[in-house]
């Protein structure tokens, strides 16, 4: 277990939010959680950094598991059970899995963030949700209290139907800080793969290279696709989609639709439909939007931007101008995605 003091999370945050921790602890092993956890029972548990945006110093430490490894838990002819540790890179994890020809994971390739805070936020994108291919992980208790599974301490397993799976969602995103989960196991598929390709742009890249369907062709166009629209947060501050998009009852829809004829939308069940956040936003004419170091992006309008210097409190003021925009012209109130610390 290695605890830095008063170290900078410019280098622990896709946004490039210099911003200082009393205590950073690392941990590789889970013994080393364990440890921290005694020591410091208030911490807070630092992933990749892509989800968060730094608005003030945090005043607890901070907990940065380092702990790797990716292993074949289970297989059968048809599907292969992948247990991973929580400090893997997901990007990393979907590299090895199509390296293998496994299949589920494929469209949630560049998806950056680490392993552990997948099932938090329940990521998906192009058609694909962690959650359909969430089998358990592994997370410890770190609360006292009777509503939460298990005692302080305590390891514990959480099957698919424990973990209040929604959209962007999930049981740990309910109960903030009550769990860290320390390993996720997928149930993927070796034959038979059931591709969803209906999605963005897939097919179209993919008729393109003249590629059949498989994960790696998926994977690879996916890449394509986020790296033509996403800033790499290496080069442009950032955290990838800023807002979730909007659910909204179908009658309200159907009168937006007399104005917006050609608003996009996605019928998702018990008469709501998911409208693009990014189409809302690039209505309101804030695509390209910048003050001083903080922008709306100028291709991917979802997404907030750090220029360089920007404090995470300037691009909150941004986002949050953003959201009265919207609700102005569409009376639609987006939801950020990113969590704000």
Known sequence: MKIHENISLKPYNTFGIDQRAPLLIEAENEADILEAIRLYPNLKVLGGGSNILLTQAPEVPLLHITQKGISVAHET????????????????????????????????????????????????????????????????????????????????????????????????????????ITSVTLCLTKQNHQFKTHYGDIRAHLAAHGWEESPQHIAQVVKEIRQSKLPNPAELGNSGSFFKNPVIPQAQFIELQKHYPNMPHYSIGDDQEKIPAAYLIERCELKGYRIDAVGVHQKQPLVMVNYGGATGAAILALARYVQQQVKKRFDILMEMEVNIW
Not at 144 to 150: F, N
Not at 161 to 168: I, P, Q, S
């Open 77 to 180: 002819d048809e599907f292969v059970w992948v247990r991973t540790s929580a400090g893997e890179l997901w990007s990393d994890f979907v590299d090895y899995c199509v390296a293998q020809d496994y299949g589920g994971v494929e469209n949630l390739a560049l998806i950056y963030g680490t392993v552990g805070a997948a099932p938090v936020q329940n990521i998906g994108a192009y058609g694909v949700e962690l959650k359909d291919v969430f089998d358990c992980c592994d997370a410890i208790c770190i609360k006292e209290d009777p509503k939460y599974m298990g005692n302080f301490g305590d390891k514990v397993t959480f099957l698919k139907k424990g973990c209040a799976f929604g959209y962007r969602d999930s049981i740990f995103k309910q109960h903030k800080d009550g769990y860290i």
